[in-house]
């Protein structure tokens, strides 16, 4: 990019005229400092219009993990391992110990905390973080940081930890599935040492999965301030020469049930602000849906339990008896809203996957706690939200069915609270 802008500031002003409808695009918005900027039409597009040109995104994934293979053969690097917490264990990348290898130094980045609700305790959150992580094969954490790329939230601490281990001689690796964060992360680091220069530069973050397709580095004197280095001087540092911090394309799990949604489903779906958790007084007999995505059944159990839900789709409480009707109506009628998405014609409907059992007769025993009405399990439809299930007696149990499209994508996990 910076190739480009160089070689665009220098040709006269007719040649500018040729060269955007070679590919590149100026910025529409006039950046703060910034005259203009120069985007490849892909990134203007995904930045602009949310959108990828000339394929679907579902084209791009990278579903091998091969590619992070290499860094077993790297020495001493440095790994920033990011996850979603609103999609956790589900975007973790599993058994990364054994890919990456461990002889690195690893910081584990907990994304998107402001999703959360303020009221969480970060050091619960983050035995609870450490105990799935061990779990899915990745032991090797030095440190956990509860972060949001969007607002900022610690990353000056996460800057100062780096800045600590850190040698001269070490790069940084930026890891994760797609859609954690990666991008927006880098420019947070970058946006906090704006006061160094880096605040000019910004990679393409977006909400569909799978846009970043190739390894690229940055050099790591760009972050130089935001490292903690030369603060003062602004003046980088020679042996930061040549090093770089490497964003990578990220994976995108087979099981993800984003995978079939197109653009404009998944902006309904990704959250990008708080979510307000909705609890429910949840009866037998009764079953709760997630639009057109998720379903759970109370199947079996004497009494009313509590639920929690988590998630941007509208939820809606019906009998498990509607529920099926509901969903067998969908290919013949576009009028259930509520069902939405997969959004749009008839077309579309017919053409999603159907909405099928995934858990069957799962069983939660109420525990015993001061807090009789404890959550005691989330069921997580990864990247779409989750809901908790509490209020069960204790040593009472109670039984579930649970659904979401072909199958996929459901997993449990216990709450740390
Ligand atoms: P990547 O695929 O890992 O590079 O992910 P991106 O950086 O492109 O981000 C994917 C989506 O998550 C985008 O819609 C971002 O706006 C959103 N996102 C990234 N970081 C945060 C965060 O800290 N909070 C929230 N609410 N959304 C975020």
């Not at 602004?234 to 964003?247: A, T």
Request: net charge positive; charged share 25%; with cysteine.
């Amino acid at each position: 990019k910076h190739e480009i802008e160089d070689a665009i500031d220098n040709l006269s002003q007719d040649l500018k005229g040729l060269m955007y409808p070679l590919g590149y695009s100026k910025s529409t918005r006039k950046t703060r400092d910034k005259e203009e900027t120069i985007f490849c039409q892909r990134c203007y597009n995904l930045r602009y219009h949310n959108k990828i040109i000339n394929s679907s995104w579902q084209d791009t994934l990278t579903l091998d993990k091969s590619f992070l293979q290499f860094l077993q053969k790297k020495q001493n690097s440095i790994i920033l391992t990011v996850i979603d917490i609103f999609d956790f264990p589900g975007s973790l990348t599993k058994d990364l110990d054994q890919l990456i290898g461990r002889h690195h130094s690893n910081i584990l980045i907990a994304n998107k905390i402001d999703l959360l609700p303020k009221d969480i305790d970060p050091i619960r959150i983050k035995m609870w973080l450490k105990e799935h992580c061990s779990m899915y094969g990745l032991n090797n954490i030095q440190e956990i940081f509860l972060c949001s790329a969007k607002k900022n939230w610690n990353i000056k601490e996460l800057c100062n930890e780096i800045s600590r281990i850190r040698n001269y001689n070490d790069d940084i690796y930026l890891i994760g599935n797609t859609n954690v964060g990666k991008s927006e992360l880098i420019n947070s680091l970058l946006r906090t040492c704006a006061y160094h220069g880096g605040g000019n530069y910004k990679v393409t973050s977006s909400h569909i999965p799978g846009t970043t397709v190739n390894m690229f580095g940055l050099p790591l004197d760009l972050f130089n301030d935001a490292l903690g280095k030369n603060v003062k001087g602004m003046i980088f540092n020679e042996k930061d020469d040549g090093r770089f911090l490497f964003d990578t394309p990220g994976i995108v799990g087979e099981n993800q049930i984003l995978s079939y949604l197109n653009q404009e489903e998944l902006k309904m779906v990704i959250p990008q602000r708080n979510i307000l958790p909705l609890t429910f007084e949840f009866k037998p007999g009764k079953s709760l849906l997630f639009g057109g995505l998720g379903r759970i059944d109370y199947k079996e159990g004497n009494k009313p339990i509590r639920i929690t839900v988590f998630s941007k789709l509208i939820s809606h409480i019906t009998s498990i008896e509607k529920a099926n009707d509901f969903y067998e109506q969908l290919s013949s009628c576009d009028e259930n809203h509520f069902l939405e998405p997969p959004i749009g014609s008839i077309d579309r409907l017919k053409q999603f996957p159907r909405i099928i059992k995934c858990k069957r007769d799962l069983k939660v025993i109420g525990e015993c706690h001061p807090k009789k009405s404890k959550c005691i399990l989330d069921v997580v439809w990864g990247g779409i939200g989750w809901c908790s299930i509490g209020g069960v007696r204790d040593g009472e149990s109670v039984i579930f069915d649970v659904w979401s499209p072909d199958g996929k994508g459901v997993y449990t996990r216990h709450v740390p609270l």
